[in-house]
Nanobody, 126 residues
Framework: QVQLVESGGGLVQAGDSLRLSCAAS????????MGWFRQAPGKERDVVAT????????YYADSVKGRFTISRDNAKNTAYLQMNSLKPEDTAIYYC???????????????????WGQGTQVTVSS
């Protein structure tokens, strides 16, 4: 079993930055592929970024490429999502997710992940 706790969300203005954290416990974090997803009101949960167990492979949705950076610190059992140049359309609940696998062939699919956090709200005002 894995417990994931997100933090770092908040209300910011367009152009600002935020860093989300996802603290993991209960399983060997270093052997888990991780992902960040987001869900806006009335919309489906979409992938934002993913990272494999070592941090050597990452993926970004086109909408955040060049603005967001996913990373992980296996010594701290924590994954991060650095979000720069935030836009109002980035407003959503952000969820981190963990897989039982080190690397995922389909890392962009929510169904590929076995554990989910409770989410943290990010609101970007214009």
């Amino acid at each position: 079993q894995v417990q994931l706790v997100e933090s770092g969300g908040g209300l910011v203005q367009a152009g600002d930055s935020l860093r989300l954290s996802c603290a993991a416990s209960g399983r060997t974090f270093s052997s888990s592929a991780m992902g960040w997803f987001r869900q806006a009101p009335g919309k489906e949960r979409d992938v934002v970024a993913t990272i494999n167990w070592s941090g050597g492979t990452t993926y970004y949705a086109d909408s955040v490429k060049g603005r967001f950076t996913i990373s992980r610190d296996n010594a701290k059992n924590t994954a991060y999502l650095q979000m720069n140049s935030l836009k109002p359309e980035d407003t959503a609940i952000y969820y981190c997710a963990a897989s039982k696998k080190r690397t995922l062939l389909s890392s962009t699919w929510a169904s590929s992940y076995d554990y989910w956090g409770q989410g943290t709200q990010v609101t970007v005002s214009s």
